[in-house]
């Protein structure tokens, strides 16, 4: 179910992080207070909790920064903007890289960006699902086309988490890290995760769509099936008043100049900057592919990007891919 037009109304009235009456709600909108009521509960339902007080109204758990395309603009650099060549915005989708890999499919070009303020299908890696509440984080896909197959652009999800903790860095967050290959951490917990997905010709044109999402307030009753330490940064900052459209926009001056120069530039221009935020280089941990068990002490990663890890026999081997499972001392 799309979000209706009362509804928006309803969240731009409500987006303060003040009370506002039912009866208030319900002249504005011409509608009933029981109709404010169904409004309320569909709204808690895709991730945004409200108080609702006797006397008082309506109001939700924190204000909300809903995203504006002209206040992304207003940050974006020169050469940004240079790259983009579409920017929407959504209120609601399923998912933003799928509905990019779909407009790849009719000759969308480089630098489409989708933006979303709910998914409903948020995509994870390995076919899990991204937890998606709305008005909260950020969810963005960004397509590029590269003239290379997809072993041209190895190590692509290594240069985008450098450009993420790059904006993240000019926001003001500190304590940032990288676990290979794509997740952002803080203090041993993750808040983001990058998504690269990649179709073509083996050895000719292919299409990239990267997906980012990063947890700026994940309510803890949306977080309840994540199985992982997880944080937010509304967590790692104490606050709960963060510019979205302002780290959207830094995101995007990070993220557009490296992935059109990542051809001609390739992994070996990141390597020492992804190394610097290495969370689990001489980490004890287990590297899974498929259901097979790799355990050893992770030695970060070699010139391709890839992983190595010391096994218990004092060998070192080199992984392409796969998924890492750590201990709780990770920081």
Not at 196 to 205: K, Y
Not at 247 to 273: C, H, Q, R, T, V
Request: aromatic content about 8%.
């Amino acid at each position: 179910m799309s979000i209706s037009d009362n509804q928006k109304q309803i969240l731009s009235l409500l987006a303060d992080g003040q009370f506002h009456s039912g009866t208030e709600l319900s002249d504005i909108l011409g509608v009933s207070r029981s109709a404010i009521w169904k409004h309320m509960q569909f709204l808690a339902s895709v991730g945004l909790p409200y108080s609702a007080v006797s006397g008082k109204g309506y109001r939700l758990e924190k204000p909300l920064e809903l995203l504006a395309a002209h206040k992304i603009d207003q940050i974006l650099n020169n050469q940004a903007k240079s790259l983009i060549s579409s920017l929407e915005i959504h209120q609601q989708i399923d998912s933003t890289n799928r509905y990019l890999s779909e407009r790849a499919q009719n000759h969308a070009p480089s630098g489409s960006i989708c933006l979303a303020e709910h998914q409903t299908a948020g995509k994870g890696r390995r076919g899990r699902q991204w937890v998606s509440p709305f008005g909260s984080n950020i969810y963005l896909s960004i397509l590029w086309r590269f003239q290379q197959g997809p072993a041209g652009i190895s190590g692509l999800s290594l240069a985008i988490g450098v450009a993420v903790i790059r904006a993240l860095k000019i926001y003001g967050i500190d304590s940032l890290g990288l676990k290979w290959p794509n997740d952002i951490y803080s203090l041993g917990k993750k808040f983001g995760g990058i998504l690269v997905e990649v179709s073509g010709e083996t050895g000719g044109p292919c299409v990239a769509v990267i997906g980012l999402g990063l947890n700026m307030y994940l309510p803890e009753s949306e977080a309840e099936g994540i199985t992982q330490a997880w944080t937010d940064l509304n967590k790692i900052t104490g606050r709960n008043d963060l510019a979205r459209n302002k780290l959207a926009g830094l995101l995007l001056n990070e993220l557009m100049p490296i992935i059109a120069e990542f051809e001609s530039l390739g992994i070996k221009a990141y390597l020492d900057e992804w190394r610097d935020y290495d969370c689990l280089k001489q980490k004890a941990a287990t590297l899974y592919i498929a259901n097979q068990p790799f355990d050893g002490i992770v030695q970060g990663i070699d010139d391709n990007g890839m992983l190595l890890i010391k096994r218990p026999d004092g060998s070192v081997q080199t992984f392409a891919s796969g998924e890492v499972s750590f201990n709780d001392s990770l920081s």
